[in-house]
T-cell receptor, first 116, second 111 residues
């Protein structure tokens, strides 16, 4: 398995532009998580899905952020309009829920977003 | 709510030194505990885990023991290498599948 695949790896955009980050989870995983990592705030959970349904989006910072999971193999995180304070590394992770075993999260390599 | 507290870094050690990174947690029940590692430019990887009190998780020479009486899960390694330089995250999961992470501890190992 190729693991969790995120694209793009790096994104530089101008303030006010729309940004779309993409994630392909591991096949068979039924949970998908979006995290943001910055030096100031550390690792923050933005939103997570179970079986393509958003379960908890309380970490989404504001209405400029939105996430979708149209099917089990694809998710997007969109920022519109983007602002310089959105600059961060965004990680996607997936996992599966076992009844007697915890399988852990598998993280993607992240998208480094810079908004200028 | 649940929380995880890690020792602040950076921790700087010489090669072959003994490593301890402290981690304590707050939870209402009986969480499962984890250590994740993040190498430069990469995502987090599961390093080890323990699912009940007195369990010891181990991997790649790292160990951590689930201590319920002190609500701790300290990470140890007897002899660190330069390649162990990374950020280490302690985490717990109590309900569902939602991990709660600590702030992370930077480890720098000098040759």
């Amino acid at each position: 398995d190729a693991g969790v695949i995120q694209s793009p790896r790096h994104e530089v955009t101008e303030m006010g532009q729309e940004v779309t980050l993409r994630c392909k989870p591991i096949s068979g995983h039924d949970y998908l998580f979006w995290y943001r990592q910055t030096m100031m705030r550390g690792l923050e959970l933005l939103i997570y899905f179970n079986n393509n349904v958003p379960i908890d989006d309380s970490g989404m910072p504001e209405d400029r952020f939105s996430a979708k999971m149209p099917n089990a193999s694809f998710s997007t995180l969109k920022i519109q309009p983007s602002e310089p304070r959105d600059s961060a590394v965004y990680f996607c992770a997936s996992s599966r829920q076992g009844t007697n075993e915890y399988y852990g999260y598998t993280f993607g390599s992240g998208t480094r977003l810079t908004v200028v | 709510g649940d929380s995880v507290t890690q020792m602040e870094g950076p921790v700087t050690l010489s090669e072959e030194a003994f490593l301890t990174i402290n981690c304590t947690y707050t939870a209402t029940g009986y969480p499962s505990l984890f250590w994740y590692v993040q190498y430069p430019g990469e995502g987090l990887q599961l390093l080890l885990k323990a699912t009940k009190a007195d369990d010891k998780g181990s991997n790649k020479g790292f160990e951590a023991t689930y201590r319920k009486e002190t609500t701790s899960f300290h990470l140890e390694k007897g002899s660190v290498q330069v390649s162990d330089s990374a950020v280490y995250f302690c985490a717990l999961v109590e309900y569902g599948n939602k991990l709660v992470f600590g702030a992370g501890t930077i480890l720098r190992v000098k040759s």
